[in-house]
């Protein structure tokens, strides 16, 4: 591969070469033999792959007319099986599951390491779906049609090459589908994503699909699909223009007519209504709504010029809205508050109350969840049941000490809540005894108030042993390993964190975190900085393109507040985080290398001259800017890591993980950092997955491995050795 920009170390890109896998292969023998070769890191992988395969996981369900699907992956099941059972058999301790596909036998069949992403049903009657596999864990992936009567990829049926892209029913189901996906030059954008939808009848060659649209060349994904709710079928074409940016078409007679909202705003059609989620202020025929506010009008009548909402929710400086889920008669919001979640049910007229009329308006209050223990510092969470014909809801509690408990609640038409059923629950898979879950508020750099989670674990004196490993004494009493610290002083202490495209950190039950840390003694620590989504619109625009370092100020200040506090000091205080977490990584280590004894960089953004031209990049250029224009390039020069390496830097000892598999972030960033520091003398681990994708890992055995790499390598640093 020719060199790049003048860089040295360009020819890393080449992501399957010759010799850059050998380059690979050489870190990760070192790496194996620095990390994978202690008895600690033996304890830590066996502890999280039981927790993994764990037949006590909680099985996860979708209702598809009258069963309930699930994905599952155990020890005996390393690929997984998709598989079903009824409504009697899940509420029982021992569910009877029928396998629907097994995933491992088709791997073994068809030769290739096949990664589940999912699957579409055809409502209303649950005859077909579409199923979508990836080769390795990539994105790329192959879409084939299944026959769910007779549990068989249907011979002949409708099958995607392997590409970025999808396949989605049409009002015309089942002989007719969306396609988009890669047709040839032209066809994909910039991004790698599809450019164009197609109408493909069954029957015909997929070369022969009816183009529908063909978004710009500069576009990022275009997309179709279709609503089959019964009277209100519809057929939509999705045009995302770079992220935050985008349009929806319905497909009506033939024509596609714009549901004509703001471009940044997130619309969907729920029945008559039109519900609109604003990210920017909107100023329409006189009205003005703010931005982060969730409005409703009847869809018709919009689509017929009419401009009359109702404000379902309005932010405040502390409460956003998290989530928007529909049932048959109601709108769910979840809400946060300080990062603390709520939930609200909003009813629309006509089923406000017992017996009320269409002039009755829109009912909002809060959703009765009498009976739920709900963590004080946790998070509930909500899907439907089945949302065309019921309003029975999904919820979810998890807390960092709180084991995922999974329920259902049950409304009628009115809102009013008629049933209450706990379905299934987590055992708790590490000791929380002694164990406390705080929020505290660090102060940034500008004055902003920055959220962030902390879990301190207990005195742990008497640490349950695991199997396979001796119990030691460590540094003031007695630990499986001798990881743990006095309790009375500064722990080591991990802080985690993201802070972009507006999502936010919320808390969840981690066993891997609880086993491989917590237990030994460590605190873990969340940051809710800038960038996410935690206080709505207005925190994620906040720390966007030139305004980038206002997250990267945030963590420190977080990790400068941890060690006044005395929970930790600088040399003891690790920080972690992937993706754009990683590239959050990649500038602690440049920008603020004297605050962290430790860092791990995981399938990390670190080239920002080059990421817009690597695999997915192009379409984070909303949240980065354009580094070919040269006054953005000079804004986004002092968030890329890659160029802010200097020659007499001291920089703490970090660990880069990626995958081979990854065509989302390319594995070029980690490679070429890596390759850089070692140049330089610094302290670097490296390991890449060869499998794996953006997640880094295929299987539960790959999840287990690559953590405890990490795990091994904090406490290495940070811990008792």
Not at 510 to 529: C, D, K, T
Not at 559 to 572: C, I, K, S, W
Request: with cysteine; net charge negative.
């Amino acid at each position: 591969m020719t060199e790049t920009n003048e860089d040295p170390r360009a020819w890393l890109e080449d992501v399957e070469g010759e010799a850059p896998l050998t380059w690979v292969r050489e870190r990760n023998a070192e790496s194996a033999a620095r990390l994978a070769s202690t008895a600690r890191f033996a304890a830590i992988e066996s502890e999280l792959l039981e927790v993994l395969t764990s037949q006590d996981k909680i099985p996860g369900v979708s209702q598809r007319g009258e069963f309930l699907y699930n994905f599952w992956t155990d020890a005996e099941h390393e690929r997984g099986l998709w598989r079903r059972t009824t409504w009697e058999q899940y509420r029982t301790a021992e569910p009877e599951w029928e396998t629907v596909l097994d995933l491992d036998a088709l791997s073994e069949a068809d030769g290739i390491q096949w990664v589940w992403h999912g699957a579409s049903h055809l409502a209303p009657d649950y005859t077909h779906a579409l199923v979508a596999l990836s080769r390795g864990g990539s994105d790329a992936d192959i879409t084939r049609e299944f026959d769910l009567v007779s549990k068989t990829l249907t011979d002949g049926g409708f099958e995607r090459p392997e590409s970025k892209g999808g396949l989605g029913w049409t009002t015309a189901a089942p002989d007719e589908v969306f396609v988009y996906t890669d047709f040839g030059p032209g066809t994909m954008t910039p991004s790698g994503y599809p450019r164009t939808v197609r109408r493909w009848r069954r029957g015909t060659p997929i070369e022969s699909a009816e183009l529908i649209y063909e978004g710009a060349p500069e576009d990022m994904y275009i997309g179709a699909g279709s609503d089959r709710t019964p009277g209100f079928e519809r057929e939509y074409v999705q045009r995302a223009i770079a992220f935050y940016n985008s349009e929806t078409y319905e497909i009506r007679g033939g024509e596609l007519a714009l549901i004509d909202v703001p471009r940044t705003a997130e619309s969907g059609v729920w029945r008559e209504w039109l519900l609109v989620n604003l990210r920017d202020p909107w100023r329409i025929d006189g009205s003005h709504f703010p931005a982060g506010a969730l409005l409703a009008t009847n869809y018709e009548r919009f689509m017929a010029g009419e401009r009359e909402f109702t404000v379902l929710f309005s932010p405040s400086p502390t409460t956003s809205l998290a989530a928007v889920t529909q049932t048959r008669h109601h709108v769910v919001l979840t809400l946060l508050n300080d990062v603390v979640n709520s939930l609200e049910l909003v009813t629309p007229p006509g089923r406000a109350d017992s017996g009320a009329d269409d002039d009755g308006g829109w009912r909002r209050r809060g959703l009765d969840l009498e009976g739920t223990e709900v963590p004080e510092l946790g998070t509930i969470a909500v899907g439907p049941v089945d949302a065309v014909n019921s309003d029975d809801l999904w919820l979810t509690t998890a807390g960092y000490l709180d084991p995922t408990t999974l329920s259902v609640l049950r409304l009628d038409e009115h809102g009013e809540t008629i049933g209450f059923e706990a379905l299934k629950s987590l055992p708790s898979f590490f000791d929380v005894e002694g164990a406390r879950v705080e929020q505290h508020f660090a102060t940034s750099e500008d004055g902003t108030r920055i959220p962030y989670f902390q879990v301190t674990p207990g005195p742990l004196l008497e640490r349950r042993p695991r199997a396979g490993v001796e119990t030691t004494r460590g540094d003031g009493f007695e630990s499986a390993d001798g990881s743990a610290q006095p309790t009375g002083g500064p722990r080591p202490t991990l802080l985690y964190g993201y802070g972009g495209f507006e999502i936010p950190m919320l808390p969840n039950y981690s066993a891997s975190i609880g086993r491989a840390w917590l237990e030994r003694g460590g605190v873990y620590v969340v940051a809710n900085i800038r960038g996410g989504g935690e206080y709505g619109p207005a925190w994620h625009q906040a720390a966007l393109k030139e305004k980038r370092h206002k997250a990267y100020e945030d963590f420190a200040a977080v990790a400068r507040d941890l060690v006044a506090r005395g929970v930790t000091t600088h040399a003891q205080l690790g920080a972690q985080g992937g993706s754009n977490g990683g590239l959050l990584m990649g500038n602690m280590y440049t920008q603020y290398p004297e605050l962290f004894g430790a860092i791990v960089c995981q399938v990390p953004l670190l080239d920002m001259k080059r990421y817009s031209h690597l695999l997915a990049g192009a379409s984070w250029m909303a949240e980065y800017g354009d580094p070919d224009d040269d006054a953005q390039w000079e804004f986004i020069r002092t968030f890329s890591p890659y160029h802010l390496v200097q020659d007499d830097g001291a920089y703490p000892p970090i660990l880069f993980t990626t995958s081979t598999r990854d065509d989302r972030v390319h594995p070029g960033h980690a490679r070429k950092m890596a390759a850089l520091m070692l140049e330089k003398g610094a302290d670097v681990t490296y390991y890449e997955n060869i499998e794996g994708g953006h997640g880094g890992a295929a299987t539960d055995a790959q999840r287990a491995h690559m953590q405890a790499l990490a795990y091994e390598f904090l406490w290495q640093k940070l811990g008792a050795s």
